[in-house]
């Protein structure tokens, strides 16, 4: 929980030409991502023969390989395949806490009328 004690100040501030090229880059690094997934998905749709007269997509043949991998005893590509099937198992976390809820009320409400003084 941010409080006085563990706020961190600010090292220094941004020029505004400093922010304007952090957004220049910004932009760029969005756009070669577009880029990069528009591209990935074309290859996916893609049309291409299979080898035995036939055709496939490239999402096709990235399954079969997948398929074939996993046939082999490829652990990651049996798991690559059953995730994007959709059975992936659940994975379930434990956690045990002890809070005391009227000690942290407490606390909160402390902070609340100092903050309140501030800003009066």
Do not use: W, Y
Not at 12 to 39: F, P
């Amino acid at each position: 929980m941010a409080n006085e004690q563990n706020l961190i100040p600010q090292a220094h501030k941004l020029t505004v030409e400093e922010q304007s090229m952090g957004g220049k880059k910004s932009g760029e690094a969005r756009r070669n991502k577009k880029l990069l997934r528009d591209c990935i998905e074309m290859l996916l749709e893609k049309e291409m023969e299979d080898g035995k007269g036939g055709t496939k997509t490239g999402a096709e043949a990235l399954a079969v390989k997948l398929f074939k991998e996993a046939m082999k005893g490829n652990v990651k590509a049996f798991e690559v395949l059953r995730d994007t099937a959709g059975q992936k198992p659940i994975e379930k976390v434990q956690m045990k806490t002890d809070v005391n809820i009227a000690d942290s009320a407490e606390r909160l409400s402390s902070m609340f009328e100092r903050f309140k003084n501030e800003a009066d």
